[in-house]
């Protein structure tokens, strides 16, 4: 608790983090490290069985203090979520409660409209062993499980904290689906293509491996077709202009 | 090692998971729970620096022993991935290599698209404290990132692991995203809501509380709203009529 945190929560509004008679301060620590990954950093204690502060979730958390440091401890789940407008309750187990129930990424996206529209929320979980009771269910507003192996859906409750706080930030982040790293470089123009493919052409001529002049065509076309999926880089065009240079001019014997 | 697994993975193919120099057998161990937890069950290993087997590996799996039990160890990447046909590798910082990179998300729908066409599909994650090499990377056909709080984004490795395989699991996953737990009962009919409604009313007209003409359209709209919206079971529709037979019944002094 003496050294400073590493991590700094995102200052977006977020769902705060309840956990429910939690046994272990290591889970305590692992599921205040998930939350800061994924830019949550408000964490509420219902009666952490070991008492709090708690040495082990510190050690735990590898530098996600801010979290501990600022966790409110309340004595029942009716104080810890009195303050709050929408309560979601993970459950592992389907309650004899007539709930609405929905799935991870489901719930991101309601409580992304709820917080849109200034709505306090928060997340509850249950303890280690026995999960939510039917007492704390019934302060949600919904359900929430997360879809898993049938053979082995047992879940650490950080493990557990971490999926529906990745799924919160999914929902919240704009990066694209799919990109090209291309650092300091561009994508090749076209017309950067279209020379090399020309280079090649006169190099694959002059070496003889085009001479059969029935294949010829539909071997070029599917030598452009294999270059062009490379999808390169007008440096890599350039580098390549010179491995074709070069394998044409340093002939090697056979 | 001894004692038998409690998991069993699922027979559908998926993603082989493939931990490159991985330093703690715990890491080991909590990944091979979070692979089984959805659904992947092959685990291979390149150079675990504490040897193979481990036993911290198999006290952390909490039961996921067959990931273990069938875990295989290679020396290098290279080997590790010869009989792959697409290789992700996942990375936290953008390397020089020219790569495509995708989100968790994107790669869970890349490699159901692979596997649906029957090609053997792998993901390396690197080891703790360093990640992945550029020479590790360079195996693999695409990189993944998983987006986080980029004042706090160093995750564990079991616990990319887990973001990932979760991803998978949901990219094949059939559970609806909302759904109403109702048990043993039935979501009443309109015409047993429409009964209710007018018990009500009559209850609301002997007792007065409707005697102001003028508000009586809105105030019993307003409350056929506040019910309607509760989305009631048959059962407690019943339950509903009771309440209000026993409050109009027996009336208390004021």
Redesign the interface.
Known sequence: MGRAS?????DRPAPLIVMVRPQLGENIGMAA??M????LSALRLVGPRDGWPNERAWRAA???DVVLDEARVFETVGEAVADLEHVVATTAR??????????A??AALDMRGWIARGRKVGILFGPERTGLSNDDMVHADT?L?????P??????VA?AV??VA?EW??AN?A?????????A?RPASKEELQNLFDHLERALDQSGFLRHEAMRPSMVLNLRALLQRAAM?EQ?ARTFHGVIKFLSKHKHEE
Chains 1, 2 share one sequence.
Request: one cysteine or more.
């Open positions: 590493k991590g700094r929560p995102t490290r998930a800061l990954n994924c830019g590898s530098g996600a389907n309650r004899e409660l007539v709930q609405r129930i929905v799935t990424r489901q359900a499980t997360i879809p898993l192996n053979q082995f859906s047992s879940l650490n493990q971490l999926i990745y930030a999914a982040d990066t694209l689906a799919e990109r090209l790293a291309d650092h470089t880089t890599e």
